[in-house]
């Protein structure tokens, strides 16, 4: 599954990212390569809470 990921950079440091297509869906990190992982672990929350509600 392919999902839009829009990241944005903190003006303090570090980035957060939000996932359009879940609302709701948002992490961030220190670094992209953290914010990714965390995007990754957001998604699938995200995704699962959907489902187990559903």
Same mark, same amino acid.
């Given at each position: 599954?392919?999902?839009?990921?829009? $990241?944005?950079? +903190?003006? !303090?440091?570090?980035?957060?990212?939000? %996932?359009?297509? $879940?609302?709701?869906?948002? !992490?961030?990190? +220190?670094? /992209?390569?953290?914010? /990714?992982?965390? %995007?990754? +672990?957001?998604?699938?929350?995200?995704?699962? %809470?959907? %489902?187990?509600?559903?």
């Amino acid at each position: 599954m392919k999902l839009k990921v829009v $990241i944005h950079e +903190e003006e !303090t440091g570090g980035y957060w990212a939000e %996932v359009p297509a $879940i609302p709701g869906c948002a !992490t961030q990190g +220190e670094t /992209l390569e953290e914010l /990714l992982r965390n %995007v990754h +672990e957001a998604v699938q929350g995200c995704l699962s %809470v959907e %489902v187990a509600a559903a």
